[in-house]
């Protein structure tokens, strides 16, 4: 089963996955599993919470195709499930080390999570942050001409330095912060690179620059 198509069509967005619907309907009936289909179509109609639970019911038996499970990570992202979707694209990344995307959200999902959760210690939000920067580089390194992978690296540097940064934080680390700002300014500076007119990007760099100078 070949979804290189549709992982693009996730990736790029709504649009992307309407134009690619189509050529992955015509494309449903060379998987033998169901729920494989059945979660196809859900995810690709939008349908998150389905696409996860038929892609779930899919398991074990699809457990070592990378492709069904890029699309149950990708669904339980959309649902708001990092943690899972996390692990999954851990499997992902396992079966297939030089997808990049899928690096891409597993290091989104555990950045989200480091920010999101509120039961998670201090100590735990660190680790999940260095793992997510991590897996950015390592998405650069496969393809380092995409700027999205540098933006969101630049983020997860932001939010460590930010939660390493505060004073009175039991992992409180100024030169480490110092340096977290520095990298996310670096690859804030490296979006820029490729397009130097983007406003937001600009104003990025600027306020990562306040929050380094402004450590205690």
Same mark, same amino acid.
């Given at each position: 089963? +070949?979804?290189?198509?549709?992982?693009?069509?996730?990736? $790029?967005?709504?649009?992307?996955?309407?134009?690619?619907?189509?050529?992955? =309907? =015509?494309k449903q009936a060379e998987h033998s599993n169901a729920n494989v289909r059945m979660g196809q179509k859900a995810l690709l109609d939008g349908d998150f919470k389905n696409a996860e639970s038929y892609l $779930?019911?899919?398991?074990?038996?699809?457990?070592? &195709?990378? &492709?069904?499970?890029?699309?149950?990570?990708?669904? =339980?992202?959309? !649902?708001? &499930?990092?943690?899972?979707?996390?692990? #999954?694209?851990?499997?992902?990344?396992?079966?297939?080390?030089?997808?990049?995307?899928? *690096?891409?959200?597993?290091?989104?999902? +555990? +950045? #989200?999570?480091?920010?999101?959760?509120?039961?998670?210690?201090?100590? +735990?939000?660190?680790?999940?942050? /260095?793992?997510? @920067?991590?897996?950015?580089?390592?998405? %650069?390194? %496969? $393809?380092?001409?995409d700027s999205k992978f540098y933006q969101n690296r630049a983020v997860a540097n932001r939010d460590l330095g930010i939660l390493i940064g505060t004073a009175g934080t039991p992992n409180y680390n100024k030169?480490?912060? #110092?340096?977290?700002? !520095? !990298?996310? @300014?670096? &690859?804030?500076?490296?979006? *820029?690179?490729?397009?130097?007119?983007?406003?937001? %990007?600009?104003?990025?760099?600027?306020?990562?620059?306040?929050? /380094?100078?402004?450590?205690?």
């Open positions: 089963m +070949n979804l290189k198509s549709l992982k693009l069509g996730l990736f $790029t967005g709504v649009f992307a996955l309407v134009a690619l619907s189509a050529n992955a =309907q =015509q $779930t019911k899919a398991l074990p038996q699809e457990g070592k &195709d990378p &492709d069904v499970l890029y699309m149950l990570g990708y669904s =339980q992202f959309q !649902n708001g &499930d990092y943690k899972k979707s996390a692990e #999954t694209f851990g499997k992902v990344v396992a079966l297939s080390p030089k997808n990049a995307n899928a *690096l891409y959200f597993k290091a989104k999902a +555990n +950045n #989200t999570l480091a920010v999101q959760a509120n039961k998670v210690s201090a100590a +735990n939000k660190e680790q999940l942050l /260095r793992v997510a @920067i991590e897996d950015y580089s390592k998405a %650069i390194a %496969i $393809t380092p001409t030169a480490m912060a #110092t340096d977290a700002y !520095n !990298n996310a @300014i670096k &690859d804030y500076e490296k979006v *820029l690179s490729f397009d130097s007119s983007k406003k937001d %990007i600009q104003t990025e760099v600027k306020k990562a620059k306040v929050y /380094r100078d402004n450590l205690k």
